[in-house]
């Protein structure tokens, strides 16, 4: 496929830094919160969720912070490499939807 | 099968025509979504299934598009008439339990209207 987004935010970081993506959410009642990364040609793929009752969250070399208050969501990848050069959307539920409403994305550029 | 399968994966095809796009969920998933992804676009709600309740369609853009899912398995979106504006990455989506939660996507099938 092609690639996503040429018009998106971009932010560019290099090789062996920590990055920061943040995500501004729409809905005040959504409890579930979800970060994807898209790589060019390819789906959406899972990088770590969190729920409403929780403020931070740490997975492998990635953590979420919400921020309910302001209705904000980050992500940090620590250690940046060139494979976490992708799209990274946030997406949002609410415990009424059935569905993910998705945010409009941030490339990141790694440089080496 | 190991994940979300889609086909084609890239499909071109003259205004007017229709097209049928086609998704094979993750077996065992009950819920099955269509995303639109635009150039310069997040992705766009669709449709959604699941299991035998009625398909929420709330997000397809025009009656041109509609979308099945037989036995509870793959699906079949169908756009028909096709314009310049449908040209998009049609993604298609499974999930366990149907809770809008940690969908798992397909590779997608990027279809461009001439």
């Known amino acids: 496929g092609e690639s996503v987004g040429l018009h998106l935010p971009t932010l560019s970081v290099q090789e062996g830094d920590n990055s920061i993506i943040n995500c501004a959410y729409s809905n005040s009642a959504s409890d579930y919160f979800i970060w994807y990364k898209q790589e060019s040609g390819k789906g959406p793929q899972f990088i770590i969720d969190?729920?409403?009752?929780?403020d931070k969250r740490q997975g492998q070399r990635v953590t979420v912070l919400l921020n309910k208050t302001v209705k904000h969501l980050s992500l940090q990848i620590a250690a940046t490499q060139p494979g976490d050069s992708a799209v990274y959307f946030c997406?949002?539920?609410?415990?009424?939807?059935?569905?993910?409403?998705f945010g409009g994305g941030t490339r990141v550029l790694v440089k080496p | 099968g190991a994940g979300v399968s889609q086909s084609p994966s890239n499909k071109v095809t003259e205004k007017g025509k229709d097209v049928e796009l086609r998704c094979d969920p993750i077996s065992g998933h009950t819920a099955l979504y269509w995303y639109r992804q635009s150039l310069g676009q997040g992705l766009e709600f669709l449709i959604y299934?699941?299991?035998?309740?009625?398909?929420?369609k709330s997000g397809l853009p025009s009656d041109r598009f509609s979308a099945e899912r037989t036995g509870g398995s793959v699906s079949t979106l169908t756009i028909q008439r096709t314009q310049q504006e449908d040209s998009a990455v049609y993604l298609c989506?499974?999930?366990?339990?149907?809770?809008?939660?940690?969908?798992?996507f397909g590779s997608g099938t990027q279809l461009s209207v001439l």
């Open positions: 989506a499974s999930s366990f339990a149907g809770q809008g939660e940690k969908l798992f």
């Open positions: 969190i729920r409403s009752n929780m």
């Open positions: 997406a949002e539920n609410w415990a009424a939807g059935n569905k993910l409403t």
């Open positions: 299934f699941q299991g035998n309740s009625a398909p929420d």
